[in-house]
């Protein structure tokens, strides 16, 4: 220890051997032994001394004036030793020995005698210069002294690539301007003459304050000046030389312009520290932004398509029968517009949905972030449970209408063949009711007797002919009841009418049977006309009634019948000539015999011309029917040629999209190259797929051909359309889904500096207990795999403990089930290292200027305005023991009990904390802003207690979501604010 108050004591200004500087890894006289030793004599040219004196006292007072304080006369101020020992506790940021305040020449000595003392203690060895000379005001040993203090605490800690002091300061101004035209720096007096240098150094670091290229090098007083100023006025850096001394000076002030460059260097270096922490907390905050955003178009898509599920869903669930088959025709185009237009944009959403839910966890958990926790019913399984429910409605909504419309054709069919057969019957009935009333027999002669009973027995075989018509007829209005026919009424009404005038009909048959045989002939024509009369009925019925076919061979069935009916023809025109030729032969007797006959035959009303007007109808009916025939015919190879079309068409698409997702699942576990190699053979292999869609289109254009031909069914194919579409969207999504994982596994691998070989790694160990191939592991499975890569969780109590501690890591939904994305997740957090909380910490007190709070206006003036307002509006107000309370701000309600801090020399009371103060985030009281900290116990979302303001206002805390206090998460709200040590007026900043 050196004794400062030894009478005569001297301090020698040079090297020094032994001690290092405190700031730096050299002693001070690896800087020292750089520089000339003192030259007293330059000190005597009056030149060099005015610029140092200006420049010396231009940088004391650059620091005293953050004491409140300068100095006027560089000899004179200092020679008591109080602003000497100020000056150095401001550059030092260190406490120095209290001074003596007495006014004797032994209180000044002993005052400058402690800041040598503490010079001496950074490494400095002083030449000459004790503390007599300095109480004395000589010059020259002040500004020696000066000189190494600015040497030691403004020049020896620059350093630029393992240069360090005065070289490298001049490398520093060297890498600085060489850019720049007419710009050489080679010392540190004669190549700053000009003033370019100056400029030049300014414009690299702030071009936008100097004009270089309008600065002339035959104007070095314009150049230094406007250097001067724009660093004094821009910069903080005070003037320390006058551009008229440097110009006059054949070789300037070295230690004067070392000094001003030195100021330089600090300005911008402090800058460049300011724009790297700016830089970290933004890229920070960026990474909170960006994840709340895709929180928040997670939450708003999960609305959206769960709304439409919902409004869908009670549509495809509406099972309101149509009465018209062209009503349900238009439900079901309907229903093809749904599928064609309105569903395929939804499934692309919840495919995208699913994605953007995978990668935002993806980034969750690489920056060591709590799990997003979508709001109560928005989990992704509550879509997939949602939209199972809507696919097996939408199944069901299909198949009703094809049996609908199937019901409503058979239904149209029955219902006109129920009105052909009641038109037929009504008019047989006509006028028979009357007859059977008519008492003709009371006054007729016992040959008229004969005739009437003749013809009654006639009638009794036309009733018992036509008992089948009614009996179909009424089976007929039976069916119709049962399919629910919606015109049910008038046909039960019209059924029970012919019913009730068929029972009026039977019971009106004569008792009488006794009278005698009447004519033979017309009797015997009588009986074999009725049953023809009958069957030609029949027949006309027959070839009038409608078909309903679904197939060829249906038609080809119908075909072979009529053809089995034309080949009885024959047999019937000879039976119409046999009965035609009793009536021929009646006549031809009574004719003979000069018998007068009364009229037409009594025992019938079929004439002649009635059989011969209903032959030839049937003769006409017969063609009509062959056309029709041929026509359905002609239809169903139509329908045929259509189903082998779909069905060729089908058996092709419906193989590729299963090859394809057979293919795609053995590319997921595969390790062929790099990630960036499976990245692009998937995106070909997605646009191949995306290029398949053309195929797809063809196939439903055929299908829609054949449901506008109301073809039900398809033997040729096991694929449906619905098959096939529920396969295409799988591709889609699959695809999608495993481009996704493979982007997520790139982020994972850049995120925490893993290798293609670790990963490869990670693959090969997964892959090896992935038997099945289903791109997950069960738990054994898993256990078998960590147990392989060292891991102890073997079947014990400790193990089976430690195993379930995993298990929760990887599996925190308690699916069962461990996706390579978790186990790369859970591997690359084993393996890596990326706590950078101290860092962001470090970037907040840089921007703060090392204060334990940051401002608003300073926040404000380093980062971007949407990341200065995102800290506002989410950093907690300072409330340190240096709080000050003030009143709220104009405009703004009062927050009783909110406290903040504003910079300690700013006058004025403090303000809210949207404009004042805010506490320099600390590592517990920010998790959700620094990547390093735990995460949320369960994977949810922390919860944040309400600070008393937040309380009053009745807002809930900021956090992600508003998660509902509900027991489930009573325990992760416990759990994570002790882990966090929550301060109750801190939010999480989300």
Known sequence: MVDYHAANQSYQYGPSSGSNGAGGGGSMGDYMAQEDDWDRDLLLDPAWEKQQRKTFTAWCNSHLRKAGTQIENIDEDFRDGLKLMLLLEVISGERLPKPERGKMRVHKINNVNKALDFIASKGVKLVSI????????????????????ILRFAIQDISVEETSAKEGLLLWCQRKTAPYKNVNVQNFHISWKDGLAFNALIHRHRPELIEYDKL????????LNNAFEVAEKYLDIPKMLDAEDIVNTARPDEKAIMTYVSSFYHAFSGAQKAETAANRICKVLAVNQENEHLMEDYERLASDLLEW?????????????????????????DFRDYRRVHKPPKVQEKCQLEINFNTLQTKLRLSNRPAFMPSEG???SDINNGWQHLEQAEKGYEEWLLNEIRRLERLDHLAEKFRQKASIHEAWTDGKEAMLKQRDYETATLSDIKALIRKHEAFESDL??????VEQIAAIAQELNELDYYDSHNVNTRCQKICDQWDALVPRCPQEKQLETIDQLHLEYAKRAAPFNNWMESAMEDLQDMFIVHTIEEIEGLISAHDQFKSTLPDADREREAILAIHKEAQRIAESNHIKLSGSNPYTTVTPQIINSKWEKVQQLVPKRDHALLEEQSKQQSNEHLRRQFASQANIVGPWIQTKMEEIGRISIEMNGTLEDQLSHLKQYERSIVDYKPNLDLLEQQHQLIQEALIFDNKHTNYTMEHIRVGWEQLLTTIARTINEVENQILTRDAKGISQEQMQEFRASFNHFDKDHGGALGPEEFKACLIS????????RQGDAEFNRIMSVVDPNHSGLVTFQAFIDFMSRETTDTDTADQVIASFKVLAGDKNFITAEELRRELPPDQAEYCIARMAPYQGPDAVPGPPPPHREPLTGCLTCLVPELPGPAVGPAEGATATPRKEDLPALLPSLAEAPGGGAALSPLSATEERAGRPPLTHTHT????KNKKIHKNYKKNLKLSENYYLLY
């Open 130 to 149: 004790g503390a007599e000379e300095i109480v004395d005001g000589n010059a020259k040993m002040t500004l020696g002294m000066i000189w190494t203090i």
């Open 216 to 223: 002339r090098k035959d104007d070095p007083v314009t150049n």
């Open 309 to 333: 599920i919902r409004r869908t869903i009670p549509w495809l669930e509406d099972r309101v029968p149509q009465k018209t088959i062209q009503e349900m025709q238009q439900k079901l185009e």
């Open 378 to 380: 928005k989990m992704v």
């Open 464 to 469: 018992a002919a036509h008992q089948d018509r």
């Open 789 to 796: 890569l060292g891991y102890d969780v073997e079947n014990d």
């Open 964 to 967: 509902k206090y509900t027991k």
